[in-house]
């Protein structure tokens, strides 16, 4: 309620009571009674004492022919004057000369906005009621018109004053540019969108926030379900509003945007009746309704296309091309079919609508997977371009290649062979590609996996160890799922061992016929070792591998595998020569040509004897096996040899040598003189019995046995007799056939 009584005039020129008048009642600063009497026509506000001046303070009204039919006395507080009535017939006038106009727009929107907000009629609830802000507003008008200083308030009048001073300083002094468009711009829409408004002061970036706005679209659908809605403009003075055009209908439509703003400015009126020096009367504009629109086109549903692009991991030899993909939408219904072309795109789909969809390889591409399903979305007015790629498990069937690498000749199996491959990824006859190596094992060995099908540049890198590289590089070609074993054969490395023979006692005489055997220390060469001939002795540790003869230079030459070591051993010597005894083994590996050179001993001391068949002296008997021993010590610069494993040598003696006797039975060699001899059988010739017994000389031999087949001899006695005898020895015995070669000990 107001706190104002109001006075109504009896009579018309009965006179109106001065506003401002002083009285004998004390004043007071801040609200209290008029110290003269109330206005007549009092709308809302107080008396009340403020900077030293006590007055009504507030708006008067209604009747005057302002927009809100109420203003405020347009001078300062106690100016004088009568105050003003609606009978005084007010005209709009100009300002009171003297006010300050500079910010009279201003003030003018902060006012009309308090309008537009109800505060002049019903305050704000809470915090302040229309006399308050009444009084706010005289004060404020004051120190704007006139520089009267706002006076230290308190309470609800303090809310007031906060409140419509806070509209003020908005600085709002020109019209609100209200405005509404399409967001993201342009007038083209499928059945949905979104339209913005703003509200602001397009000159000074004033932005106004709070202000209510009504978006009205005929045909749409706003989210409250009616063609409008009333939305708020938010700290930057904008809003916005979702719609949907009512059963998808293509065509025109227009979006509007409606708000009632308050005006700038203030507005004056001036009596024209008596009394002529009442107040004028200040005022603010009311709010006006001002529109926006924009123009919108709607097309519809909303579609859009999709297509694939494929890619392979073996482009070069097996592309993408041929590929099927089926589109299926959300009822596993069957949309679209994509095949992939040459370039490794697809066709283009017909028109779908925008969503989740399941892409499905019905047919991969010749030799490869089929991708897993996977879920695409088709995007409104967009082609949407699906990448499909190895990663999504479409991959081609890999092949795998396997090397077996053996020793020329043989099955023996060879590690440490290493092989290289070289892809032609671009099929193009350039090993530039992915390079893949393997190493053979002890099984001779070696696999590569997870190979791309096409062509391969293929080499033997390294040999294994004393062999050498035997594989002509070559392009191999494979399949898909191939798994390709390739077989390769090695050469040893290959190097010469020689034997030079030349007299002892005359270095410049070379010895040829010298008969030699060639063995190599266990294990040997991965190769199937020839047949022993029945004369060569089998000693341990080594395997026979050759025999041969030196030439009319002497010279003997073996061609021998490198890496592994090798012995020689002479099996018969030349006439008038002694045998050598001794196996020489070299103390390493062969890897070059290597000459060993063997001196001959020459002896004047030559052994024969006689095998005959004890039923018939005049029978000899060949084939019988004998062993040679010497008493100990061993003759000086000669070395004994191996003892075979199937050789019991007696006590005392060493072996020197083995022998066959002839087809006539006869058996002689050359031995150095002065020296212990005995011989044993060693083998008995077919249809014989073995003579385990031994026969020894009884004296050391100084020269040549005679040569009569009587002179020494041994019985041999039929198996099939069944008798057994001790056959005397005459003389002594000899058994040793080509096993007469004098040595030093010196090694190779």
């Not at 339209?195 to 106004?208: D, F, I, K, P, Q």
């Not at 596993?332 to 969809?357: C, K, Q, R």
């Amino acid at each position: 309620m107001r706190r104002l009584v109001v006075v109504s005039l009896v009579l018309f020129g009965l006179a109106t009571p001065l506003a401002g008048a002083e009285s004998r009642l004390p004043r007071l600063d801040g609200l209290g009674a008029c110290t003269s009497s109330d206005p007549p026509y009092p709308f809302h506000g107080s008396c009340g004492t403020f900077n030293g001046h006590n007055t009504y303070y507030g708006s008067y009204g209604t009747g005057f022919p302002s927009d809100m039919g109420w203003g405020f006395c347009a001078f300062e507080a106690a100016h004088g004057g009568w105050y003003p009535a609606p009978g005084y017939n007010y005209v709009a006038s100009s300002a009171p000369d003297g006010a300050d106009t500079t910010d009279f727009a201003a003030l003018g929107w902060a006012m009309s906005e308090a309008d537009r907000l109800g505060w002049w009629t019903n305050g704000k609830s809470g915090q302040f009621d229309a006399d308050d802000v009444a009084v706010a507003g005289k004060l404020l008008y004051d120190n704007v018109a006139w520089g009267t200083p706002l006076p230290s308030l308190s309470g609800s009048l303090k809310s007031a004053m906060t409140a419509l001073r806070a509209l003020f300083l908005l600085g709002v002094t020109r019209a609100p540019t209200l405005a509404i468009s399409l967001d993201g711009g342009g007038s083209t829409l499928f059945d949905e969108g979104v339209v913005n408004v703003s509200l602001r002061v397009t000159s000074t970036g004033v932005v106004l926030a709070g202000q209510s706005v009504r978006v009205s679209l005929p045909g749409a659908s706003f989210t409250n379900g009616s063609s409008s809605i009333t939305v708020t403009t938010d700290s930057d003075g904008r809003a916005q509003a979702s719609f949907h055009i009512n059963d998808s209908l293509a065509g025109a439509y227009v979006a509007t945007a409606r708000a009632t703003l308050a005006r700038t400015g203030m507005v004056f009126f001036s009596p024209t009746m008596f009394p002529d020096d009442a107040q004028i009367l200040a005022a603010a504009r009311d709010a006006a309704v001002t529109t926006s629109t924009v123009s919108l086109t709607a097309l519809g549903p909303p579609t859009g296309t999709i297509q694939i692009h494929k890619t392979v991991d073996d482009p070069a030899y097996f592309p993408a091309t041929g590929a099927i993909f089926e589109l299926f939408d959300s009822s596993m219904t069957s949309v679209a079919t994509l095949t992939i072309d040459d370039t490794g795109y697809s066709n283009v789909s017909g028109d779908l609508s925008p969503g989740a969809y399941t892409l499905r390889e019905s047919e991969p591409p010749p030799h490869y997977a089929a991708m897993d399903d996977r879920l695409v979305t088709v995007v409104a007015g967009a082609n949407t371009v699906v990448a499909i790629g190895p990663n999504e498990g479409d991959v081609i069937t890999r092949a795998s290649l396997r090397f077996e690498k053996y020793a020329a000749g043989t099955e023996v199996p060879l590690a440490g062979a290493e092989f290289r491959i070289t892809f032609d990824g671009s099929h193009s006859g350039v090993a530039d590609g992915t390079v893949y190596t393997c190493d053979t094992n002890a099984s001779g060995e070696c696999a590569i996996t997870d190979l791309l099908p096409g062509d391969y540049w293929l080499e033997e890198i390294t040999a294994p160890v004393n062999y050498v590289v035997s594989v002509t590089p070559q392009w191999i070609t494979l399949a898909p799922g191939d798994s390709t074993m390739m077989r390769f054969w090695d050469d040893p490395a290959m190097t010469s061992l020689a034997v030079h023979k030349y007299s002892a006692e005359l270095s410049s005489m070379n010895i040829p016929r010298a008969t030699y055997d060639l063995y190599v220390v266990n294990p040997g060469p991965p190769t199937t070792p020839p047949d022993r001939p029945s004369d060569a002795p089998d000693f341990p540790g080594v395997t026979f591998m050759a025999r041969g003869v030196t030439d009319r230079d002497g010279q003997l030459h073996f061609d021998v595998p490198v890496g592994y070591r090798w012995c020689y051993h002479e099996v018969s010597a030349p006439a008038g020569y002694v045998i050598d005894p001794s196996l020489h083994c070299a103390t390493g590996v062969a890897v070059s040509h290597a000459t060993v050179p063997r001196p001959e001993h020459s002896s004047p001391i030559t052994f024969s004897m006689y095998k005959f068949d004890r039923g018939d002296p005049t029978a000899g008997v060949p084939g019988a096996y004998y062993a040679l021993f010497v008493r100990l010590p061993f003759p000086h610069g000669y070395q004994p040899p191996p003892t075979p494993t199937n050789i019991d040598v007696p006590a005392r003696y060493a072996l020197w040598a083995v022998g066959v006797t002839t087809s006539r039975g006869a058996l002689s060699f050359s031995v150095p003189g002065g020296h212990w001899w005995c011989v044993r059988e060693l083998y008995a010739p077919p249809n014989y019995l073995l003579d385990p017994s031994l026969h020894c000389t009884a004296e050391p031999l100084v020269r040549s046995s005679p040569t009569s087949v009587t002179h020494v001899a041994i019985a041999e006695t039929l198996a099939a007799t069944g008798i057994t005898l001790a056959w005397p020895l005459v003389g002594w015995a000899l058994v040793l056939a080509g096993w007469a070669l004098r040595r030093r000990a010196e090694k190779w």
